[in-house]
C-alpha cells in the first residue's frame, strides 16, 4: 500500500543497483505510485527477479563503471520509456575492503571508486541530456554517511562516498 497513490504517475524512472536492496525498493515505490522504471544491475539473474517482482518495464545488465555501456543503457532506457527518463536514482554501489589503509589491496580501492563514485558520474552524465530535452528532471544519488564522517577501516568506501555527496551538490 501507498502513501501516495500517483505521485509519479506519468513519470519515468531509471534505477542503478536495482535488482536489490535500496534501489529495488525504491523501484518497487516508484510504479506502485504510478510511474514507469527501467533497472540497470550487474547481477543478470537477480534482475529477471527483480523485474518481476517490481514490475519494471524493462531491465539491462551493465557494469556502471563501463561509461560506454551506461551511455549505451540511457539511450536504450529512454526508447523503452517513449523518450523520458524523468527519475535516476543511483544507488548501485559496493563496500570493497574493510581493513586498516595500509593493508587496503589496490584493487579493490580502485573498483569501489570505480563504482561508487566514477558510476555515479557516468550515469548523470547520460541522463540529464534527456532530462533537459524534456524539461524535467530529478536525481537522487545515494552517498552514505561514511561519506560524511568516514568508516573505520574503509578508506575507500568513504572517499568514494564523499566524492559522491560533493559531486551531487555540485550539479
Ligand atoms: N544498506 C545500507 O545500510 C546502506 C547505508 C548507506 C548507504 N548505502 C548505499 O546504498 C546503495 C545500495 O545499497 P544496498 O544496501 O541496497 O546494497 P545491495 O548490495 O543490496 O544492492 C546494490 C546493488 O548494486 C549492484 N551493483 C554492484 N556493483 C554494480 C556495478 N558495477 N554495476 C551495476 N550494478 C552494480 C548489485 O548487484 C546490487 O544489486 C549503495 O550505494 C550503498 O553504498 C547502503
Known amino acids: ?35 514507469r522504471v527501467v533497472l540497470w544491475d550487474l547481477n543478470a539473474q537477480a534482475l529477471t527477479a527483480a523485474a518481476a517482482e517490481v ?13 560506454d555501456a551506461v551511455a549505451a543503457a540511457a539511450e536504450a532506457s529512454a526508447q523503452a520509456l517513449d523518450g523520458r ?27 569501489v571508486v570505480d563504482i561508487n563514485l566514477n558510476g555515479v558520474f557516468y550515469c548523470c552524465r547520460a541522463v540529464v541530456p534527456f532530462m533537459l530535452a524534456n524539461g524535467y528532471g530529478r536525481i537522487v ?18 572517499a568514494s562516498k564523499a566524492g559522491v555527496i560533493g559531486f551531487t551538490k555540485s550539479l
Do not use: C
Open 1 to 35: 500500500m501507498s502513501a501516495y497513490r500517483d505521485r509519479f504517475a506519468g513519470r519515468t524512472a531509471v534505477v542503478t543497483g536495482g535488482a536489490s536492496g535500496l534501489g529495488k525498493a525504491a523501484a518497487a515505490r516508484i510504479v506502485a505510485e504510478g510511474g
Open 55 to 67: 514490475g519494471a518495464a524493462h531491465v539491462i545488465a551493465l557494469d556502471v563503471a563501463d561509461p
Open 85 to 111: 527518463i524523468d527519475i535516476l536514482v543511483a544507488s548501485a554501489g559496493i563496500t570493497g575492503a574493510t581493513v586498516p589503509v595500509q593493508d587496503f589491496p589496490v584493487d579493490s580501492w580502485k573498483r
Open 141 to 158: 544519488n545515494v552517498a552514505s554517511v561514511a561519506g560524511k564522517e568516514g568508516n573505520p577501516n574503509a578508506s575507500a568506501y568513504s
